[in-house]
């Protein structure tokens, strides 16, 4: 299966995409991607920090990747 981010709704959209692939990066595409789109409302920034955590990923490695993603 190949995934193409079409961030077609905006900011936000390029946002997640970002962090979907950020989490790739530490085999935790799939899991982030399900979370995000189950979601009804986008994703604060705010709390993008909280994500490695919740998820099992090495925080400073999914920051400097999700920021080379955007």
């Known amino acids: 299966i190949i995934y193409r981010h079409y ?3 905006g900011r936000q ?3 997640e995409a970002g962090i979907a692939l950020a989490a790739g990066a530490q085999g935790k595409y799939r899991e982030m ?8 409302e986008p994703f604060p920034e ?5 994500l490695p955590a919740r998820f099992g990923m090495d925080k ?3 920051l400097a990747d999700r920021t080379g993603a955007e």
Do not use: A, G, Q, Y
Not at 46 to 50: A, D, L, W
């Open 7 to 9: 961030p077609v709704l």
């Open 13 to 15: 959209s390029v946002i």
């Open 33 to 40: 991607h399900d979370f995000l789109i189950s979601r009804e």
């Open 46 to 50: 705010t709390e993008i920090e909280t």
């Open 60 to 62: 400073d490695k999914f």
